[in-house]
C-alpha cells in the first residue's frame, strides 16, 4: 500500500489555494517485464494527505518473482478551467525483502512487515513553481 503526505506549494500560482488532483499507480517488476497494478485518483488540497491506496498483492510463491515494485505519482495544480500546472511524474522503485516475508510467515507474524518514506519535490511543467511531498509505502503480510 502506498500514500502521499504532507503536500505543499512552493512558489505555485498565489491565486489559487492549492488544489490537486493526484493519481497513485503502482507496477510490478518481473524480469520478463512490468505488469501495471491498479491506479487510484484523488483530489487534495495544500497540505492534505491522500488515503493508503491498495498497491497489489501475490501470493509468497509470487512475490519472489517480483523483483521490484514501481511506485508513481502523477497530477496537476487545479487553475483555471483549462489551466492546470501539470508537474513531473514523481517516480520510485522499491525492493521487497523476501526473506523478512519468509521468516514473518514462519512465525506466523501477519500485518506490517517495512514501511518506507521518501520526501520528493517536483517541477511544475509551466511554471518556476513546485510541489513537494513525501510518499509513504507499507509491505503487509496477510492470510489467505
Excluded: C
Amino acid at each position: 500500500m502506498f500514500r502521499v503526505r504532507d503536500i505543499i506549494d512552493f512558489l505555485g500560482d498565489p491565486f489559487t489555494e492549492g488544489e490537486y488532483r493526484l493519481t497513485l499507480h503502482s507496477l510490478q517488476v518481473y524480469d520478463s517485464g512490468m505488469v501495471p497494478g491498479p491506479a487510484t485518483t484523488f483530489e487534495v488540497e495544500n497540505g492534505d494527505d491522500t488515503a493508503w491506496v491498495y498497491a497489489g498483492q501475490g501470493s509468497l510463491e509470487e512475490m519472489k518473482y517480483v523483483k521490484s515494485i514501481v511506485l508513481r505519482v502523477s497530477g496537476v495544480e487545479m487553475d483555471w478551467p483549462d489551466a492546470d500546472d501539470v508537474f513531473r511524474t514523481f517516480e520510485t522503485e522499491l525492493t521487497l525483502n523476501h526473506s523478512a516475508l519468509l521468516a514473518a510467515h514462519s512465525a506466523r507474524q501477519y500485518g506490517l512487515i517495512e514501511e518506507f518514506s521518501w520526501f520528493t519535490g517536483q517541477e511544475f511543467a509551466d511554471s518556476a513553481g513546485g510541489i513537494f511531498f513525501t510518499v509513504q509505502a507499507r509491505v503487509l503480510l496477510g492470510v489467505r
